[in-house]
């Protein structure tokens, strides 16, 4: 699942309610869409720097620098299969980061 389709899925539902109570605490349009923003990307952010380094590294260098696997490969000398595992432990750990921090928003 790409960081874009985490995102979508977990966050994007609350996007409107989280706008709407911003707006309301600052009684400004620009400031509202600054504020939930900032927010969003610090769930997000928090969750990719809760992993375990080895995951991490292979996470950002695939969804955020969008790197191929074998370009990775070069990158960190490991084998692709370690890092087609890594990735994929990876994005299930950041899945269930995201959704633990659902949960707890209510």
């Known amino acids: ?12 539902p609350h996007l409107d309610a989280a706008h709407n109570l911003a707006r309301w605490l600052t009684r400004n349009d620009q400031d509202a869409e600054d504020l939930v923003q900032e ?4 769930v997000l952010q928090g969750c990719i720097e809760a992993l375990p380094t080895e995951f991490r590294e292979v996470l950002v260098l695939r969804e955020l620098e969008e790197m191929s696997y074998r370009e990775i490969t070069a990158v960190t000398g490991l084998a692709i299969g370690t890092v087609m595992s890594r990735l994929s432990r990876a ?5 269930e980061c995201a959704a633990r921090r659902k949960e707890a928003a209510g």
């Open 39 to 42: 927010a969003y990307l610090s």
């Open 1 to 12: 699942m790409s960081r874009r389709e985490i995102f979508e899925e977990i966050m994007l």
């Open 91 to 95: 994005r299930k750990r950041l899945e």
